[in-house]
């Protein structure tokens, strides 16, 4: 299934960039931190790690969500980038973010432990880390109509932003004597991490669950069946969403008692064609009755 309105092939080149550009970035921040024992980068490397198995497993549901329908799922395979969003979202909350606010916490009540060296190693990373995060960034940015695959991971580049420039700073706060920047800066990271997770996990929970398009979009429908030719009355219509930008709608029209059926069904064919045409609407059932 294609996303309708966005290109879902840039999308996968975006989400394939993404990926590789997070095997890169890791590298460099696992080594920094080895350079500088800054405790923000190992934070940052972790949450890189968690990011490459997750942009992977997004680029996998993205691929798969554009399967044709078949017999075991006649609407399509849309709903599998929302599924693959909630996972993520879940990953987000239960693994990065606890685990960084878990390592972090009890520093601000500990004395310093740990000698910070090579800071400006440290500091150079993470500008480059986030220059080299702001490509892919940029590309998604760019288009329009992302699938709920791509805007998590759209999602996700700004949460890298943000918990880089929090690291950052709280590096260049080391090197002037303020050690407790270190684990005040990784729950930042870890803060933005879990915020942007929840609105995630939102958005996509109502779109599995069958969400509708809203109140608007119905009425907007009723009237295009009723102002249809032939057509005495509507009753719906029901819709909901069964992919990021894949609509489901369902109404029964009134016909006029004692024509005949292949006259009703061309009442009804004409209903479904111009729904289909006027809303954006890839799967929708008409039902004449007397």
């Known amino acids: 299934m294609s996303n309708l309105n966005g290109s879902p092939d840039k999308e996968i080149h975006s989400l394939y960039m993404t990926v590789g550009f997070y095997a890169i970035i890791i590298i460099i921040k696992l080594i920094a931190y080895f350079s500088s024992h800054v405790m923000a980068l190992l934070a940052e490397s972790f949450h890189t790690l968690s990011d490459l198995f997750i942009s992977g497993f997004l680029l996998i549901a993205l691929l798969w969500s554009r399967k044709s329908a078949d017999k075991d799922h006649m609407f399509g395979h849309g709903r599998a980038q929302n599924v693959a969003a909630l996972l993520a979202a879940t990953l987000f909350l239960s693994f990065t973010s606890y685990k960084l606010y878990e390592e972090a916490i009890p520093k601000l009540f500990q004395p310093p ?147 005949s059926i292949d006259d009703a069904n061309a009442i009804a064919r004409s209903v479904r064609q111009r729904v289909q045409a006027e809303m954006n609407c890839q799967y929708c059932s008409v039902h004449p009755e007397p």
């Not at 791509?150 to 999602?155: F, S, T, V």
């Not at 949460?159 to 684990?183: C, H, K, Q, R, W």
Request: hydrophobic share 50%; net charge negative; glycine share 10%.
């Open 113 to 259: 432990s740990t000698t910070h060296e090579n800071l400006p190693i440290a500091i150079g990373v993470l500008i480059l880390s986030m220059i080299i995060a702001a490509a892919p960034l940029v590309s998604l940015i760019r288009q329009k109509d992302l699938g709920a695959a791509a805007k998590a991971q759209m999602i996700e580049l700004v949460n890298d932003e943000l918990g880089l420039l929090a690291a950052l700073v709280g590096t260049i706060f080391i090197s002037y004597g303020f050690p407790l920047a270190d684990p005040i800066a990784t729950i930042i990271v870890a803060t933005i991490i879990a915020v942007n997770a929840i609105g995630v996990f939102r958005d996509n929970l109502g779109l599995v669950l069958g969400k509708s398009p809203g109140p608007d979009y119905i009425e907007k429908v009723r009237r295009i069946a009723e102002s249809t030719q032939g057509v005495l009355g509507v009753v719906g219509p029901w819709a909901e969403y069964i992919g990021p930008d894949s609509i489901h709608i369902d109404l029964q029209i009134k016909v006029t008692t004692g024509i």
